[in-house]
Nanobody, 121 residues
């Protein structure tokens, strides 16, 4: 089993910044992908950004130019730096980790419990 724990959410004014962090622990042989998703009330969960083991990154359109995803492989931790936040960025942000527990094991997906981000004046 893999445990995924997020931190860093909170209340911020429009135009402000927040940095989210997510750490994976447990039965990890190799992490293949780490990413951030978000879900606003009444909406479906959507990808914000992810980063794969080659350090290649993908961003949703709304995140490009404002959000930056990065990771620390030594700590199994992924970060999401969010700048120029807007009220429409308000959502619960979830961390997703895809990993293998052994060299020939299939990749499995794990989710954190989510952290609330509220952008409001």
């Amino acid at each position: 089993q893999v445990q995924v724990v997020e931190s860093g959410g909170g209340l911020v004014q429009p135009g402000g910044s927040l940095r989210l962090a997510c750490t994976a622990s447990g039965s990890i042989f190799k992490i293949t992908t780490m990413g951030w998703y978000r879900q606003a009330p009444g909406k479906e969960r959507e990808l914000v950004a992810n980063i794969i083991e080659s350090d290649s990154t993908n961003y949703n359109t709304f995140a490009k130019g404002r959000f930056t995803i990065s990771k620390d492989n030594t700590k199994n931790t992924v970060y999401l730096q969010m700048n120029s936040l807007k009220p429409e960025d308000t959502a619960v942000y979830y961390c997703n980790v895809e990993s293998r527990s052994r060299i020939l094991s299939p990749t499995e997906s794990y989710w954190g419990q989510g952290t609330q981000v509220t952008v409001s004046s």
